[in-house]
């Protein structure tokens, strides 16, 4: 089992819907999570942190469920600026190797 | 812009031969992370350099090897090419385990 798992994708969904990506991840010593965004042969950037309590950034809201070992992404009012790829990403405690997904595509279509 | 920088940002090698990748680090920083990203995968971690000492280091075998120097600039290497290790090599530094910052990487081809 992969220690990060993401869905398979691709997302191609029209300007202005809402999309969620999921993940798994199978280290239950986790203690950090994020979500980086990363355009096409380019570097990866972060988008932003996953908190237990959920967190939101503009159009942006992740959520965390350490029960379930679960990472989730949702974009409301897709822009064609967020076509990209999503990494679901995930460190230990105080850990210095960030464990990637192999992410997820997203096309924003006109 | 991160401030990390990576040389050269493309480079075409013949199997056995051996590559050396460099980065410069963010000001400040004194932890460098080199990565491996496979087309169609998410990078897989390389290993990790601290104060020029290795510290951490993920399933790679004995000849991807790396320096860090005083300044914490930073080299990988890879002896004995082969044809999977064409990749994005990505280099990221940050100030001991705290956020890292990604430069744009060196597309590697191995024919």
């Known amino acids: 089992r992969k220690e990060v798992e993401q869905d398979p994708g691709p997302f191609n969904v029209p300007e202005g819907a809402t999309v969620a990506f999921n993940c798994t991840y199978s280290n239950s010593a986790s203690q950090s999570f994020f979500w980086y965004r990363q355009d096409c042969r380019k570097e990866p950037k972060l988008l932003m942190s996953v908190y237990s309590s959920g967190n939101e950034d503009g159009r942006f809201t992740a959520q965390l469920n350490r029960a379930s070992q679960y990472i989730s992404l949702l974009i409301r009012d897709s822009k064609l600026s967020d076509s990209a790829t999503y990494l679901c990403?995930?460190?230990?405690?105080?850990?210095?190797?960030?464990?990637f997904g192999k992410g997820t595509k997203l096309s924003v279509i006109p | 812009e991160t401030g990390v920088t990576q040389s050269p940002t493309h480079l075409i090698k013949t199997r056995g031969q051996q590559v050396t990748l460099r980065c410069s680090s963010q000001?400040?920083?004194?932890?460098v992370s080199w990565y491996q990203q496979a087309l169609g995968q998410g990078p897989q971690f390389i290993f990790q350099y601290y104060r020029e000492e290795e510290n951490g280091r993920g399933n790679f075998p004995p000849r991807f090897s790396g320096l860090q120097f005083p300044n914490y600039s930073s080299e990988l290497n890879v002896n004995a090419l082969e044809l999977d290790d064409s990749a994005l090599y990505l280099c990221a530094s940050s100030l001991g385990s705290e956020k890292l910052f990604f430069g744009s990487g060196t597309q590697l081809s191995v024919l």
């Open positions: 990403v995930v460190s230990g405690a105080g850990s210095y190797q960030l464990t």
């Open positions: 000001s400040g920083h004194n932890t």
